[in-house]
T-cell receptor, first 116, second 115 residues
């Protein structure tokens, strides 16, 4: 069964600190993995995307890693800011046989709260 | 910067009523999607749409749901007879036909409350 699991479920850190969020997936066949940031009441916004051959991808203070062998990914946030408070969602894309549109499987997200 | 828009932002309806959620995808995008997110749960795929027809639908997307692209800009999700369990955030997304990353761009969502 195609699933995406994230940990921790929630996390509180102080402004300026770093943190790492985890994602494990069983989605197959694998096309790509994205990390999204979702502010409360808003739609998800893509932070990074990685394909099978990529091990790491950075976007400013966000660095994502991917281990396709163990089917694990992480999102590292450095020097956190108050505006980083949001839900961070791991999303894996698969292309089912015969499908050209792709199907996205979402994790439940990690709710990050940054305190001043 | 182009973005996906959705209306209304919040819809309250009584059980058994029909609702239509509207989306304006990014211009020139060819692939369209609806997702829902029940409060506190993960985002779930509902349906994908391409070339004026449904390409894929999930088990959630039963006969009570339908989608339409009535003109060149709007993409709608209709729920014929709403149930309490349809209460959720509904997100529309669109994707271009030329982006090799297959990135989907999400709208801000419509919060549907069924009473």
């Amino acid at each position: 069964k195609n699933q995406v699991e994230q940990s921790p479920q929630s996390l509180i850190i102080l402004e300026g600190k770093n943190c790492t969020l985890q994602c494990n997936y069983t989605v197959s066949p694998f096309s790509n993995l994205r990390w999204y940031k979702q502010d409360t009441g808003r739609g998800p916004v893509s932070l990074t995307i990685m394909t099978f051959s990529e091990n790491t991808k950075s976007n400013g203070r966000y660095t994502a890693t991917l281990d396709a062998d163990t089917k694990q990914s992480s999102l590292h946030i450095t020097a956190s800011q108050l505006s980083d408070s949001a839900s961070y969602i791991c999303v894996v894309t698969t292309f089912d046989r015969g499908s050209t549109l792709g199907r996205l499987y979402f994790g439940r997200g990690t709710q990050l709260t940054v305190w001043p | 910067e182009p973005e996906v828009t959705q209306t209304p932002s919040h819809q309250v309806t009584q059980m058994g009523q029909e609702v239509i959620l509207r989306c304006v995808p990014i211009s020139n995008h060819l692939y369209f999607y609806w997702y829902r997110q029940i409060l506190g749960q993960k985002v779930e795929f509902l349906v994908s749409f391409y070339n004026n027809e449904i390409s894929e639908k999930s088990e959630i997307f039963d006969d009570q749901f339908s989608v339409e692209r009535p003109d060149g800009s709007n993409f709608t999700l209709k729920i014929r007879s709403t149930k309490l369990e349809d209460s959720a955030m509904y997100f529309c997304a669109s994707r271009s036909g030329t982006d090799s990353s297959y990135e989907q761009y999400f709208g801000p969502g419509t919060r549907l409350t069924v009473t």
